[in-house]
């Protein structure tokens, strides 16, 4: 007997919108590196802006310094699931690329704050929240995850359900 999903399959428009809304719905990221046969896995908040990923670490950081020296990350997005029907994410490789002062790392900035309110509370009602500060304050910088192939994984279709997403 087939479910309903296996019937009607998602469409590619679908699956991309689905991968979007997931993306936009969850707040941690976790960064996957490797150095010497030692794979590293650190969880980070994340903004994103279509299918870049912006996030604050330090430079000193573990998966920064890895993914500064390989020139290659992976990274995935996961909504909570209590059952393996549940299970539904994002599975990504690519790079992280640190970010200077400028037009996109205002925008990340800014969609970061409209995504976590809470950051102002670390700074005085009087200061200006902008980058410097920002990086100041918390001695980290900006990054920008960039995949170059994405996969959204969908239990609810059916048991691993997995589809590469176009990033154009």
């Known amino acids: 007997m087939t479910t309903p999903s296996q019937e009607n399959p998602p469409t590619t428009a679908e699956l991309k919108a689905r991968s979007k809304d997931l993306i936009e719905n969850q707040n941690t990221m976790t960064l996957a590196t490797a150095s010497k046969e030692q794979a590293w896995a650190a969880p980070v908040y994340y903004a994103n802006l279509h ?15 890895e993914a500064m020296h390989s020139r290659q990350a ?15 994410g994002i599975q990504m490789s690519g790079h992280i690329q640190s970010l200077s002062p400028g037009l996109e790392a205002v925008r990340a900035l ?23 500060t920002f ?7 900006l990054y920008r995850f960039e995949p170059s192939l994405l996969y959204y994984m969908d239990n609810s279709i059916r048991f691993s359900f997995r589809a590469e997403i176009s990033l154009t």
């Open 110 to 132: 800014r969609a970061y704050l409209k995504k976590y309110p809470f950051t102002k509370e670390f700074f005085g009602k009087d200061q200006s929240l902008d980058l410097n």
């Open 74 to 88: 992976s990274a995935a997005v996961f909504e909570p699931a209590s059952s393996w029907k549940g299970i539904r």
């Open 51 to 65: 299918f870049n990923f912006y996030f604050f670490s330090d430079p000193e950081s573990r998966h920064i310094r």
């Open 135 to 141: 990086l100041t304050r918390f001695r980290v910088k």
